[in-house]
């Protein structure tokens, strides 16, 4: 009797367990074979860097008005550019940073149907940049990015050549948008050790990096938009003129080095 009593309890309880086993088999998937998430590695901080980069800047002609007057052609020479910045690297191979750059004076010429006009510009840029990494963890890592900011452009005092003479003029600044894009290599000189972190490959495996202090080359191109420019207002020809460089953009080629902190 005792038995009787207890059958429908285990049949019940066989009833019960084959079904969970069928719900975890829906499919053809068995929970076993359920893929889990990658969780980082237990004490990871993001890791730290500061650079510093030096390089050549040049510039396309820049549009250019002045008071009055036709252009007719603008020269525009290029500068040395020196600047620094602290970043940080993220997962998935992203990496940010804060730049502060300065390019040193350049000279520009414009022709007119009186005369010409000469003057210097320069610009201090500041940029918050993201850049996406192709191979972080080896010894080349290749990199693209874009950045927007703030341009600060500043004009020295210049002249003005016509029949008559020359004339002087005083320098002006303005501030302005700036965006930029990036392409470039990194090379690393020596340091860092191999850590795993979540992310990125096709079987949702962690990914190695480079982690540690380690000292970086940098090659780079940028390409730079950095507004208009304009100088103080003057006397020319009896009226009143300034002078106005529009939609300024640069080129830059630049080396840099990269401490990683941690």
Do not use: C
Request: charged share 15%; aromatic share 14%.
């Amino acid at each position: 009797m005792l038995f009787v009593r207890k059958a429908p309890l285990i049949g019940a309880a066989l009833v019960l367990g084959s079904a969970i086993a069928s719900a975890a088999d829906l499919g053809g998937v068995s929970l076993k074979d359920a893929p889990t998430m990658p969780a980082m590695p237990s004490g990871y901080t993001w890791k730290w860097y500061v650079r510093a980069d030096g390089g050549y800047t040049w510039y396309p002609a820049p549009g250019m008005t002045f008071s009055n007057f036709e252009n007719h052609e603008t020269k525009a020479g290029g500068g040395w550019t020196v600047g620094g910045g602290i970043g940080q690297y993220y997962a998935w191979g992203f990496r940010g940073d804060i730049t502060v750059d300065h390019m040193f004076d350049a000279k520009s010429q414009t022709d007119f149907d009186f005369g010409s006009t000469r003057l210097d510009f320069s610009s201090t840029v500041v940029l918050a940049n993201l850049y996406y990494e192709f191979n972080r963890g080896g010894r080349f890592v290749p990199y693209i990015g874009a950045g927007i900011g703030y341009a600060h452009n500043e004009t020295s005092s210049g002249t003005v050549v016509d029949g008559t003479g020359a004339s002087s003029f005083s320098g002006r600044s303005t501030d302005n948008f700036a965006a930029a894009a990036m392409a470039g290599v990194s090379w690393r000189l020596w340091g860092g050790r191999s850590m795993y972190v979540s992310g990125g490959t096709k079987d949702d495996e962690p990914v190695e990096v480079n982690t540690g202090h380690a000292l970086y080359v940098d090659f780079g191109y940028r390409f730079l938009y950095l507004g208009d420019a304009q100088t103080a207002s003057f006397d020319a020809n009896g009226q009143v003129a300034a002078e106005k460089l529009k939609e300024i953009t640069a080129h830059q080629f630049r080396i840099g080095l990269r401490y990683d902190l941690n």
